[in-house]
C-alpha cells in the first residue's frame, strides 16, 4: 500500500547522505515515486558524476513503488506550473505534487518553498 510521495529532493538527499530531520526508513516506507521524479534523480545524481551502479543500488535501497505519470497528473502539473513558477518551483516538483494530489497522498520534499504553493497538497519536510 502506497502511504506518500517523495520528491527528487528527499531521495538525492538521502543518496548523497546529505542533513536531514528525519527518519530515512520511516520516510521511504510505503513510499513511491513519479517515474518523472526518478529520471530526475538519476540525472542529478549523474550530473554530480555518481556511479550508474551506486545509483542503482541506492533505488534498490530505496525499494520504492514507481508511478507512472499520466494524463490526470499531467492535467494537474499543468495547472500547477503557472502559479508554482513565481516561487521557483519546476516542472519535476510539479509532476511530483500532481502525482501526490492524483492519489490523496502526503508528498515528502526538502524544498520549503512547496508550503507556500496554494493548491500543493499535504506538504511534508525532511529539513
Not at 12 to 24: I, K, M, P, S, Y
Not at 67 to 75: D, I, P, T, V
Request: proline share 3%; net charge negative.
Amino acid at each position: 500500500m502506497i502511504e506518500a510521495v517523495v520528491d527528487t529532493s528527499v531521495l538525492v538527499t538521502f543518496a548523497l547522505g546529505e542533513h536531514h530531520q528525519v527518519d530515512e526508513d520511516q520516510v521511504l516506507a510505503g513510499a513511491a515515486v513519479s517515474a518523472v521524479n526518478l529520471a530526475e534523480f538519476r540525472s542529478i545524481l549523474r550530473q554530480k558524476q555518481v556511479d550508474p551502479a551506486d545509483i542503482d543500488a541506492s533505488l534498490r535501497d530505496f525499494n520504492l513503488k514507481v508511478l507512472a505519470f499520466g494524463a490526470r497528473e499531467a492535467e494537474i502539473a499543468g495547472r500547477l506550473i503557472p502559479l508554482a513558477r513565481p516561487l521557483n518551483i519546476g516542472l519535476g516538483d510539479c509532476a511530483c505534487l500532481a502525482t501526490g494530489l492524483a492519489l490523496d497522498l502526503p508528498v515528502w520534499t526538502a524544498d520549503r518553498d512547496w508550503t507556500r504553493l496554494e493548491g500543493a497538497g499535504d506538504i511534508k519536510l525532511i529539513r
